[in-house]
């Protein structure tokens, strides 16, 4: 019933992403578990965290995507949401290392040992228990995201200025996070970790399983989002898009709009960054530069924005493109990197799924046009035909 | 620290006895070495030069007859300055390329980044940077100098020939001059300076207008007593601090700076005539008066087909490195880590300052202090070299590391041994 | 000298005398001497060719005991690098004209037997200090004023008390007052380190007290450690007056560096004003930009220094334009391959152009290599002078007048010309300025040529202080984009005020926070100012703004 449900409230593709990447999330793991080395149908090692990397990535520029894809911020910070996620995860798996670090301090974390801390900060405290670290993943961000939204909106802070604001606040969470002060590691962040939920990082199985929970984490987040945006908030929110001053004088409250997508938003991040840390095993500032953040809004560009399913091809896609050319071309992938940016502006403007959408969308015209014209033309040559049907007596006369 | 002297001085002993062995495959197969430098981002600026030495190393070693009778093939990758991505690049080349030992890694992030996948997937790492130490793991090998290798020999040479009495440590906030400095700021106080003559400041990466420090600097060695600065700032911020230093007018003989992260590479980009007399303490210079390094420096302009690049400290790490993996890797004759693992342990292999370089059972390695001061034509002038000092992977001057040593021979085998209580695992008290 | 203070008269007479009988012993040392004596300190030479810098120190300070006039060319040689001993230690030659030919170190003839092992003798910062103080000695008589000058400085930082006779009859003939000044201050150092009358000491300290700047603190707050009790209270109410006027002079050295750092911004950010201000294009570029001018000012000054090596002073004159019209060109190339389909989709430019930016960083790595090039400062770039208490640097200075003189001229183009009036006109209504006859394509062409070619030109200023690197670019562009929206988009005036508030309030921040939290405060500030006035500080009003 469910599921007749979400077939009868979503749109078809986005059911078929949801069901493709729930396939992904049972099969990858099984794969890479179950089939033995050497098939062709295993799934090495090393791609699963990998694979569960780009999933990660996936899931925040959907976050991205509904912000500025269907409301129009274009956030130049998600970086930062993402970061902080990974950060409230990291401090978890820190202290699950407990004395097994180098130095065997059962409460401090071996930065802090050597940097000669005597004491635990007490933001520290309460991320030793799982529950209370999924619960800062998702609330530490949101909270950030609603203060500066709540701020910002209310304020009317828009277009560039909101982009080069929400920048800034990921610029200075990074140099915050450098400063070894403030007890996160500082540049080398948070790594060497052991355990999560008391199962080893490293093994195969964890690994599998962070997998699975990655692509279902996706998957959820891709229901919520498609629920989100078709419903009556979601088509006032494409409103908010495209003309602000004019929802707003129809009486919407456009602010408190914002902050809601805004912060659900922030929350989508910052799980993805949970998951993204225990898979790829360091979280440290660098999550937090701008030139991330800017990334991200890149991969939503390229995969189309405005469509739920664009960013999560636009990430995968320039991702993978990432991994093979880093290797391949070391020395020249960024070539090909910043030309795929150039070229998608110029040629696709509206991303991989939106042109292919587009095109669709012209095909089905185009036949419909077809089907018309080749109706118009069936009904002009049977008249012409009735009419020299018609004629022909006369003529025989 | 008794103990740990005792059996280094016993290794030391028998270092020497390595046995050449050399096997000759008929193998048309290819022995894959990884090199994992940043070659885009902020870090490309130093990485990008050790891939050239590595690329260099192996071509110099196919056409002595490669490794094992099969020729060495390096894979290259591109980790962009970004440390996840370093882990990531780290399993490929590993799980994908199968490489038998990967070169590699510059900053200490990107270090903690790859160490448990090399721990996971039982790969070797040569890591050729200095560092903050406090590390020591079963996979990795250190062959840039640890703090007792520049820092401490750094600071002795300020106080008793230049007779210093006033520190500035100016660092870059992060982790390596933090523990550095930390390290430094013990042993200047056990050396009886005084708190107040010690000035810790911290400013961000690539910071570019340095007036105020500077002035705060000037104003800190006005007190009447010589003073000096140690700096631990990291690559970028360099040239604009120097710059500053020159044009304020502080000259070596007023206020010396000794730096822990400036060598050739870095005063390549600078002016250096303002700054005659500055210091560095590194395990390596262009300047060293050695045949092994005439051949190296010339051998480096014919591959980089430019008689202007200057060769650094860091290099002479990476070729040590290699060095001591080939020959290790001829003592195992194979190249199964667990089997080089145990050869490499007491290889000797010949630096590029005259001297030899044995690799410990701490996985760090010998190397000889020098203290160099910067010349007009951008090069050091040597004005102090220590014998051989062996790399101290946990710093006798932090509380919670004096009494952790590591060894891994067996049967200790372990990184983090603590002498007082005897166990494996850091227990401490 | 002791004791009885003596009257003015006697005090001159003193001095003649000490004068007269310096000068004798200079004389009959030379007369007498000749060529034996010049043997007499080969000894002395031949000890500076030790092995150790301790007996090197020993060697040159007994050289310039030895009143020789020789003393003075070694001790410069042995400054130049000059100077070879074996390596073992032993006697010392000088640097021939040919290579491997060596000269006599102390009569400059040429050496006949040269020992094989000879090296360069080793100067460490010890050393070069003692030569320093050798050579002040033996220059303080000096007919150059510059030369005694240098040498009353050095003797005022050795303030060795054996130099008291020798300062003293230099005292007496000298005719400049900047040196005689530094002469008197070097003396009075001198005797607070003598056991002299309390009497001396206390106008000693006077006398420093009155030059009032940090090197006066220095030397009173050395003084303290070994004054007698009853002048204690007189240095410390010295040092406590200095530190008061210092404190005011901190003040005015904060707004200079604020309004230094407040220039350099401003530079980095006002072609930015113009690509993003004025046109609306995100320019992730723009930090590329400012690296290309960068490197244009290396090719330059390699060129320069080439073809005419007597103009490399003046190679910046010529790498400004370069830099202006290189960058322009690459700009317009930039506007009218890629950025002239995006207008009117200001989200897309941020993609397109960030994809340039990973272009031409990576272009830069590939030509020229990603390490740091050297760009040199010129000669009157160089340095810093004395203002009172600022100590102005003049590359900072020159840097001020630099970005101050581009925006001045920036406006005159944008208010004055032809050309500005239809810059402004297109972006204002595109479609009625084209209605009006103006070629728009052609124009934005040349706005964007135009923002970018002045953020060459901040290349240029920027390779005297920062680094010439592929990174340059990245180091500003969010610090950038940071003024232009506070200051407020689409206005310069916005741009100005923008970057030398951001600047100076920096460096008030910095020495109380530190630099990266002050840097954290400016960006938190930036946040909520922009939460107070949404368009920034200079907004642009009227219909306009809602596009």
Sequence with gaps: MITQMLFSRHEKKTVWAVFLILLAAALVPLANLLIPEGSAFHVPGYLVPLLGKYLCYALLALALDLVWGYCGILSLGHGAFFALGGYAMGMYLMRQIGDRGVYANPLLPDFMVFLNWQELPWYWYGFNHFAFAALMVVLVPGLLAFVFGWFAFRSRVTGVYLSIITQAMTYALLLAFFRNEMGFGGNNGLTDFKEILGFNVQAGGTRAALFAATAIALALALVLSSAIVRSKYGKVLVGVRDAESRTRFLGYRVENMKLFIFTVSAMMAGVAGALYVPQVGIINPGEFAPANSIEVVIWTAVGGRGTLIGPIIGAILVNFGKSIFTAAFPEFWLFALGALFVATTLFLPKGVVGTVQQFIARRKEQKKADAVEQAYQDKAAAKAESQLATLEPQAAE | ?429 | MRGVKPTEQEELMYRAIQTFLVALCLLVSCLATGLRAQEDIRPLVDALGATSFPQKIEAVKALAASGNPKVADILQNLTDGKLYAPKTGGAVYLEGAADGAYLDALTGAPANEVPGNLAKIRLNNGLRGAIGAALSQLTLLSPDRAARLTASQDLLKDANPDNLALLNSALAQEKDAEVKATMEAARAVILLKTDASAEDKKAAIDMIAARGNRDALTILTAAMDNAPDDLKPAIEKNIASIKTSLAAWDVAQNIWYGLSLGSVLLLAAIGLAITFGVMGIINMAHGEMVMLGAYTTYVVQQTVASVAPGMTDYSLAFAVPAAFLFTGLVGVGIERSVIRWLYGRPLETLLATWGISLILQQAIRTIFGPTNRQVDNPSWMSGAFEVGGLAITYNRMWIIVFSLGVFVALLLLLKRSKFGLQMRAVTQNRRMASSMGIRTPWVDALTFGLGSGIAGMAGVALSQIDNVSPNLGQNYIIDSFMVVVFGGVGNLWGTLVGALTLGIANKFLEPYAGAVLGKILILIFIILFIQRRPRGLFALKGRAVEQ
């Design chain 2, 1 to 429: 620290m008794k103990i740990k002297s005792h059996v280094m001085s016993a290794f030391l002993a028998g270092a020497l006895a390595t046995t050449a062995f050399s096997s000759v495959y008929a193998a048309e197969d290819t022995i894959k070495v990884g090199i994992l430098h940043s070659l885009s981002g902020t870090m490309a600026i130093s990485e990008t030069t050790l891939k050239d030495a590595m690329l260099m190393l192996i071509e110099d070693q196919n056409k002595k007859g490669g490794l094992l009778g099969k020729k060495l093939e390096a894979v290259v990758v591109d980790p962009a300055s970004d440390w996840p991505l370093f882990a990531e690049k780290a399993r490929e080349l590993i799980s994908v390329d199968k490489v038998s030992a990967v070169f590699g890694c510059w900053t200490s992030s990107s270090r903690k980044s790859v160490l448990p996948v090399f721990e996971e997937l039982n790969s070797l790492l040569f890591y050729p940077v200095q560092y903050e130490g406090e590390e020591s793991s079963r996979n990795i090998f250190y062959t840039g100098a640890a703090p007792n290798q520049q820092a401490i020999p750094a600071v002795d040479y300020l106080m008793n020939t230049e007779g210093v009495e006033r520190f500035v440590l100016e660092g870059t906030d992060y982790v390596y001059p933090r523990t550095t400095n930390k390290i430094l700021e013990a042993y200047l106080i056990a050396k009886g300076i005084p708190k107040e003559d010690i000035l810790i400041n911290y400013t961000p990466f690539g910071f570019s207008d340095w007036q105020t420090e500077v002035a705060k600097i000037k104003e800190f060695g006005s007190a009447g007593k010589k003073t000096a600065v140690v700096s631990t700032i990291n690559g970028d911020a360099n040239v604009p601090f120097y710059k500053e230093l020159g044009n304020k007018g502080i000259k070596a003989t007023d206020i010396p700076v000794v730096a822990f992260s400036v060598g050739e590479e870095e005063l390549a980009g600078l002016d250096t005539k303002p700054l005659v007399g500055h210091l560095a303490a590194w395990n390596y210079f262009q300047s060293v008066d050695a045949p092994a390094n005439a051949e190296f420096i010339k051998e480096w302009h014919a591959f980089t087909k430019n008689d202007k690049r200057v060769t650094n400290d860091p290099m002479e790490a990476a070729y040590i490195g290699f060095k001591a993996w080939v020959s290790a890797v001829e003592a195992a004759g194979t190249t199964d880590t667990d089997a080089v693992l145990d050869t490499i342990i007491g290889t000797t292999v010949p630096n590029l300052s005259g001297g030899y370089a044995t690799v410990m059972p701490n996985h760090h390695i010998t190397k000889p202090v020098l203290i160099g001061e910067i010349q007009a034509d951008g090069q050091f002038e040597i004005v102090q070299q220590t014998p051989a000092v062996v790399g101290d992977e946990w710093s006798d001057y932090l509380p919670d590391s004096k009494d952790l040593i590591s060894d891994w021979r067996k049967p200790m085998s372990c990184g983090n041994f603590n002498v007082a209580t005897g166990k494996c695992g850091g227990k401490g008290s």
